[in-house]
Nanobody
Framework: QVQLVESGGGSVQAGGSLRLSCVVS????????LGWFRQALEKEREEVAL???????TYADSVKGRFTISKDNAKNTLYLQMDSLKIDDTAMYYC?????????????WGQGTQVTVSS
């Protein structure tokens, strides 16, 4: 069973930075997708950044140039470096795993970590 454990959320002022971490265990697929989604209050969960082991890395237009997804294979940890944070980035952030990098193919989710950006 795949387990995803996030950490690193918190409160920060606009313009600040945070780094989220997700420790991954129990890989089900050799080739797979790891990524980050977020869900703000009263909004649908949306893709933030996806890292495909056999393909390109993709970012939501709203975070391009500000967020960076990366993975440390030795530590089995996925990261999301978030810079120049905006109030609109406030949301619960979820680590995600699946066979392919599409919303419908995500099969496993972490418990989420809250990011709050204030003015």
């Amino acid at each position: 069973q795949v387990q995803l454990v996030e950490s690193g959320g918190g409160s920060v002022q606009a313009g600040g930075s945070l780094r989220l971490s997700c420790v991954v265990s129990g890989y089900r697929y050799k080739s797979h997708c790891l990524g980050w989604f977020r869900q703000a209050l009263e909004k649908e969960r949306e893709e933030v950044a996806l890292l495909d082991t056999s393909g390109p890395t993709t970012y939501a237009d709203s975070v391009k140039g500000r967020f960076t997804i990366s993975k440390d294979n030795a530590k089995n940890t996925l990261y999301l470096q978030m810079d120049s944070l905006k109030i609109d980035d406030t949301a619960m952030y979820y680590c995600a795993y699946g066979r392919w990098c599409s919303r419908d193919d995500i099969t496993d989710w972490g418990q989420g970590t809250q990011v709050t950006v204030s003015s």
